[in-house]
């Protein structure tokens, strides 16, 4: 019988006092180790993770969505972890969705298992130009990509740590979805999605960096998409050249129930 595997909880987090005690407290409840990356908070963020029983990474000054996840990603295959569930602090993420999650994990039948918001009837509507800019690119993905996904920006997401290290990340910001499912395309991983609400807490939230501007986040994204399907072929090829004899795969997207 294969040992149980090890799995951490990571919550980029940045300025998230007003929620962080009580989504650390819904997730404590699984009994599963847990990552914060406190991505430059300026508010009480700081100073309440001090007082919880988990592991902290702390950038000095805010570095990005993308470089979070990052970090999380190096800390789960430096610490030996198995698995890394990823999910937000902001309450956008129901904790009751991670026996779904562990589910799917147990039956060992994907490297990446994505939530999708747009699976289930219940929730609330996002805010329109988010969930415009979600479909068009969703749209374009699925089409470059042979797949059929139906949420390519969810962040609640559970991720096979070896298969991160294969994946090659240099983007910071909220653009590194585009980055993983691209790569994750070219290199055969194993991609499923299954259902979470759509919940949006505060619809005034901001992107910074510029994002705020429905029509630069898109460019941004196709961007981003665009210089990584560029790259598919290389990354093929090096992945084979240290990963011999592995066969060729063009990945569909598995729904679970």
């Known amino acids: 019988?294969?040992?149980?595997?090890?799995?951490?909880?990571?919550?980029?987090a940045h300025n998230e006092a007003a929620h962080l005690d009580s989504v650390l407290s819904a997730v404590r409840a699984y009994g599963l180790d847990i990552l914060l990356v406190d991505d430059g908070s300026t508010d009480d963020?700081?100073?309440?993770?001090?007082?919880?029983?988990?592991?902290?990474?702390?950038?000095?000054?805010?570095?990005g969505y993308g470089q979070s996840l990052r970090d999380a990603f190096a800390f789960a295959a430096a610490h030996r972890y198995d698995w890394i569930i990823t999910m937000d602090c902001d309450e956008q993420h129901e904790p009751r969705f991670i026996p779904d999650f562990?589910?799917?994990?147990?039956?060992?039948?994907?490297?990446?298992?994505?939530?999708?918001r747009y699976l289930l009837p219940d929730g609330n509507a996002p805010p329109p130009d988010r969930r415009r800019?979600?479909?068009?690119?969703?749209?374009?993905?699925?089409?470059?990509?042979?797949?059929?996904?139906?949420?390519?920006?969810?962040?609640?997401?559970?991720?096979?740590?070896?298969?991160?290290?294969?994946?090659?990340?240099?983007?910071?910001?909220?653009?590194?979805?585009?980055?993983?499912?691209v790569q994750a395309a070219a290199l055969g991983l194993r991609v499923s999605e299954l259902p979470v609400s759509c919940v949006y807490v505060d619809l005034n939230r901001t992107f910074g960096n510029g994002l705020d501007d429905p029509s630069h986040r898109l460019a941004t994204y196709r961007a981003t998409m665009a210089r990584e399907l560029a790259r598919m072929d290389e990354l093929r090829r090096v992945d084979a050249l240290t990963r011999p004899n592995q066969p060729a795969v063009r990945p569909a997207v598995l729904r679970l129930a």
């Open 102 to 116: 562990l589910r799917a994990i147990a039956d060992d039948h994907a490297d990446i298992v994505s939530g999708s």
């Open 1 to 12: 019988m294969r040992p149980a595997p090890r799995i951490l909880i990571a919550i980029p």
């Open 133 to 181: 800019i979600n479909r068009i690119i969703t749209a374009e993905l699925n089409a470059a990509l042979h797949w059929s996904l139906t949420d390519s920006f969810c962040g609640f997401k559970a991720h096979r740590t070896e298969a991160m290290a294969r994946l090659q990340f240099d983007v910071t910001g909220y653009d590194f979805p585009l980055q993983l499912w």
């Open 45 to 63: 963020t700081p100073r309440l993770i001090a007082q919880q029983p988990v592991h902290c990474i702390r950038h000095p000054v805010n570095q």
